[in-house]
DNA sequence: GATCAATTGATCATATTTGTTCGATAGTGA
DNA sequence: TCACTATCGAACAAATATGATCAATTGATC
């Protein structure tokens, strides 16, 4: 076996693996450790992985899970940006659901002003920022998931089926053009899905970075939304597939 | 494992927790403790992450009880007293009311170290903390009444109704020897009620000030409770009053 | 077949990583 | 305030991974 070819398939473990160790890789060629090492210095220098002790990661290993929060911060002027279009879509008087999430949040932080306002939330920060509202604010029940401080499970759905919306907000993990709103949990999907099923209007909220994220639980395919609030134009062939659903696209800072 | 998976699995569950322990993350990794230590300080150099003695925190975690924590100021040292004491009184697994109020939330924020425990409150403080939280969190729907950012109304008492709980801890704004615990609000006292119809035990968690502080709504007369926790020995024919409805009252700080 | 360059493997001193011990320090409750 | 406990980090020790060096192997070329 060449030299080449072990160093191209040693890149191509690593897309598949994400982490091998030399053992690993000496019993996989039969080759020494030693030889194995020289390759990953070779692959290090020419930049295509990432070296460890005892081993080798891929050059864009990133963690598990994305995180709510990291995303949270670096996106506050967008997310703001998003907060104050959507705001426009809404209603001054009647009930309206928020959903939880950093997006959501800012929508909700702006809405509390509203005096003449019901607005339903899952969201406990929200709920936390009660003590300055104007608006009247209602909890939804339910067991708290900690990752996302939101209200979820089976008596928040029930509950939900009480109430009628004059709009629904709601927030996503990921979005997908040939599919809809995605996020990772069944049971944060129910609770939207149930929100924007007792809703007038629907609207989603979601961040340029939602686009092919991967989240693996159908909020609802784009036709169940009326408008779709963003702060990046949509790429052309989402954009088109958006329009004949009927969803009504918003871009934050454009209109 | 390398020591890049590591840091970044540090990272990931920081997203998710705000708050790790040391020992938690050598349980998890099965590691050593000055391992952890060593690989908090390479993420507290890289900006990632901000260290605490005894673990880590995220770096942007802000407190999610806003506007609410200048009442907290008031007695704090006494508040916490009476919170140590009353978890004492509570059970280690089960399910546990959790009224809301400044010494509630002191409890509270003790009894989520309870892995064992299910939580069901009105308090939306309490709630912002099961992001942190071991025990299992739920919240009772209902209407948010900003000055104390409870829950409260009819929804919540039809929640309430649907539950039973091995014990049940409510404050009072105010008490009367001859009465018993009254506040300030018809909505409120109506959810301390109902969760104290449904349980088990009926834990009544109150300051020394409250005492013949004049409060409209009589919340229960004293036999409803079976245990008073407060931080100083009640007067002598209060505390006789107590005992003859068969209160069992627990001081602070003296057992 | 001899020679050379390239690659690989073996050996061993050195690096790195991890865990243990123990004195120092910070937090906690009285 | 003080004493008590938990946590911290420095120093050392053990285990493991690493790379420099050198020898062996292979294949190409003369």
Request: aromatic fraction near 6%; hydrophobic fraction near 45%.
């Amino acid at each position: 076996m060449f030299v080449q070819e072990r160093l191209g398939a040693i890149e191509t473990l690593l897309q598949q693996k994400h982490r091998l160790t030399v053992g690993e890789l000496a019993r996989h060629f039969d080759a020494s450790e030693i030889t194995i090492r020289r390759d990953l210095r070779l692959l290090e220098e020419a930049g295509k992985i990432v070296r460890a002790h005892g081993g080798a990661l891929r050059i864009n290993y990133q963690r598990p899970e994305p995180g709510f929060e990291h995303k949270a911060v670096d996106a506050v002027e967008a997310k703001a940006a998003i907060a104050r279009t959507a705001i426009e879509e809404l209603p001054v008087r009647g009930h309206i659901f928020v959903d939880s999430g950093t997006t959501c949040l800012e929508i909700g932080r702006r809405l509390i002003e509203r005096n003449e306002l019901t607005i339903v939330t899952n969201s406990i920060p929200l709920l936390a920022l009660a003590g300055e509202a104007k608006a009247r604010i209602v909890g939804i029940g339910g067991e708290v998931r900690p990752v996302s401080l939101a209200l979820v499970g089976g008596v928040a759905l029930d509950w939900l089926k009480a109430f009628h919306f004059d709009a629904a907000v709601v927030g996503a993990s990921g979005l997908d053009g040939a599919d809809g709103a995605f996020t990772t949990e069944l049971s944060e999907a129910s609770v939207k899905q149930m929100a924007c099923a007792h809703a007038k209007l629907r609207i989603l909220a979601a961040h340029a970075s939602k686009w092919n994220q991967p989240a693996s639980v159908l909020i609802a395919p784009w036709g169940r939304f009326d408008r779709f609030v963003t702060d990046v134009r949509p790429a052309k062939a989402d954009g088109a597939r958006l329009r004949r659903e009927g969803v009504a696209i918003r871009v934050a800072g454009l209109r």
